[in-house]
């Protein structure tokens, strides 16, 4: 194959490699967003406000706390299940605490089973909105106020659904800046040594 007739399949083929490479990229927020849009795979959605109207029928919503591979940290759901109208809003709690002797910074992901109720259950205000960062020996309630949008009862699958799970999982992420330069500032230090000990001899 002559030098010219090389280059014209070579360089498409490095052209294709690199759009498909961005393209990898690209696809896991574009996913991530999606799935937080629609609540497909179980992902909640976000409310800023409660809906008008509360439904005279019930729906029970069932925690689950987990931990990621090597987080340290203690967590479990306060409550184990919870009754409510649909349309109306409820408060849970997750208690997490860090058994350990250094500060640890942790990240929620979350969703909901089944997967087709995921894009009517909706979160006003939750910890798994921002980082939390316990210290040692600290111990926290967590929040999450949400809500069952009663469009869930027109749904053709959902409408089936008579019980939700809401599960989180914490994984343990990198210290804020400002923690983690408090961290290093608490590192034991070597003493410094006494008075005239390690000094050079005077000579008079």
Known sequence: MSQPSAKKVVLPLLALVAFMTAGSFAAV????????????GGTTTVAGVAPEAVLDETIIVRFDGSLGTGMEWEFKPAQYTMELKIGEVGLAFYEAYNPTDRPIAGTASYNVAPFSAGNYFSKIDCFCFTEQVLQPGER????????????????????????IT??????????????????????PREHDAPAGENQGTQVN
């Open 140 to 163: 926290v309630m967590m929040p999450v106020t949400f809500y069952v949008d009663p469009g869930i009862v027109t749904d053709i699958e959902a409408k089936r659904v008579h019980s």
């Open 166 to 187: 809401l599960s989180y999982t914490f994984y343990e992420t990198e210290l804020p800046v400002e923690q983690a330069s408090l961290e290093i500032q608490n590192l």
């Open 29 to 40: 927020p574009f996913y991530n967003w999606f799935c937080k849009v629609t609540g497909y």
